[in-house]
């Protein structure tokens, strides 16, 4: 049974993965139109059609897609998984309103760059504990449970339709500036969710684990 402080401990570590994917996509993607994700993909369209605020658009393009997956997740972990996305939309909506500037260093490489691995140690952190950031990944492992294949396929159709879809409409550069910010925001996840140290805490459902 997980005690009051370990659970503190869960969730304190879930709030910073989700303040650190709010701060990439905020100050370093999103002003480049770069999407994060397939649910990037979408809330930066959503943002550019119906001038939606990026912040609530990925919200609700999150939520939406973890109410249709939420029998296939345990209850800790999708609770986990809607406190992180509910953190990454606060701070994401804060900084909004906050932010006087466009990009802070006016480069989009050094941005992507920047961004990236900010975006990949707070996935990491999030899967350390065994809760999902929400987005395509969720929609992948339902088809993969039902189709009995690893997760990477689908995940890798639905994310790559939606970043062409994306670039089709804002920029083609869009699509390759995607690519290279998933191959490194990737490696610095499985860096994060495979460090090696003592278990200070209890992840919140074995279930996302046995699924991945």
């Known amino acids: 049974m997980i005690g009051p402080m370990n659970n503190l401990k869960i969730y304190s570590l879930?709030?910073?993965?989700?303040?650190?994917?709010g701060v990439a996509m905020s100050i370093f993607l999103f002003p480049h139109a770069v999407p994060s994700g397939g649910a990037g993909g979408l809330a930066v369209l959503?943002?550019?059609?119906?001038h939606i605020p990026l912040s609530f658009a990925l919200w609700f393009v999150n939520f939406s897609m973890l109410v249709v997956a939420i029998k296939w997740l345990g209850?800790?972990?999708?609770?986990?998984?809607?406190?992180s996305i509910s953190v990454t939309s606060l701070t994401m909506y804060i900084l909004e309103k906050t932010m006087?500037?466009?990009?802070?260093?006016?480069?989009?490489w050094l941005d992507l760059f920047i961004g990236s691995l900010l975006l990949g140690c707070g996935v990491g952190l999030l899967l350390r504990q065994n809760v999902?950031?929400?987005g395509m990944g969720?929609?992948?492992?339902?088809?993969?449970?039902?189709r009995n294949i690893p997760p990477g396929k689908p995940l890798l159709l639905f994310n790559g339709s939606i970043f062409i879809l994306t670039a089709s409409i804002?920029?083609?550069?869009?699509i390759i500036q995607a690519i290279i910010s998933q191959g490194l925001s990737t490696r610095v996840v499985d860096l994060i969710y495979?460090?090696?140290?003592?278990?200070?805490?209890?992840?919140?459902?074995?279930?996302?684990r046995k699924k991945r």
Not at 75 to 83: K, L, P, R
């Open 14 to 21: 879930v709030a910073c993965g989700g303040m650190l994917q």
């Open 46 to 50: 959503l943002h550019y059609w119906f």
């Open 75 to 83: 209850n800790a972990s999708a609770i986990g998984t809607m406190f």
């Open 100 to 108: 006087t500037w466009q990009s802070p260093s006016g480069n989009v």
């Open 132 to 134: 999902s950031n929400g």
């Open 138 to 146: 969720v929609l992948a492992l339902i088809v993969a449970n039902h």
């Open 170 to 174: 804002i920029d083609w550069l869009i």
């Open 194 to 208: 495979n460090i090696r140290l003592p278990a200070a805490t209890k992840p919140l459902s074995p279930a996302l």
